[in-house]
């Protein structure tokens, strides 16, 4: 890793948990790499495209919220998240077990309490078990649509999406917005979460999508296989 932040961040961000944020990048890089739940190119740029984009989401997040990670894979945005603000209740949700077995470990290694469900987002387990979550939060999984859909059954009227995108953020909620209405949610903002201020080192910031769920999905809803 050659992008490791100033403790002086790290403390800012994860206060007296900072350590675990540094296992965590330690263990990205090596299991993490190793089975393939990020790409060996990503190893030299862990903080900043992952840990910290990750991190910045918590500003979004109401005290004492119970949180929902959809498709997690190797954890992002979950565990920075629960690193960050332990007094959000996070279960990561993943279907694969070549992703939540690693994972798992790691928490348990760690003495992280978060919660992992081997389960598709959409599925009749994740709702039976989950549902109602007040948030839940999703980084480079699927399209806007695609994850309200997913969450739709999750969330209660009320309920937040944060969803980390890049660039394009503006072009997709733009491209999607009849279908985040059809599911019952309002017409979204994108805010730009964390700082890019510094003048060496990683940079914090994240672009996320904030939608709100106002109402049970329309009869214009779309089904899908």
Partial sequence: MTDLPSQ?????LFGDRAHLAIAYAEWLADVGVAA???????????W???IL????????????????????GAGLPGIPIAIARPDVRMTLVEPLARRVDPVQKF?????LDVGVLRARAESSEARELLAPVPVVVSRAVAALDTLARWSNPL???GGLLLAVKGKTAQDELSRTSRSLRDEGFDEGEIKTCG??????GPKTEATV?????????????????
């Fill in 195 to 200: 700082k890019d201020g510094a003048d060496e």
């Fill in 36 to 46: 393939g739940l990020i790409g060996p190119r990503e190893a030299e740029r862990l």
């Fill in 209 to 225: 999508v904030v939608l709100r769920k106002v109402a049970s999905p329309s009869g214009r809803r779309r089904t899908r296989d």
């Fill in 155 to 157: 969330l209660p009227v």
């Fill in 48 to 50: 900043e495209r992952h």
């Fill in 8 to 12: 002086e961040m790290l403390e800012a």
């Fill in 107 to 111: 928490l348990e290694d760690v003495g």
């Fill in 53 to 72: 984009n990750s991190a910045a989401v918590v500003e979004l997040i109401p005290e004492g919220a119970q949180a929902a990670d959809l498709g997690s």
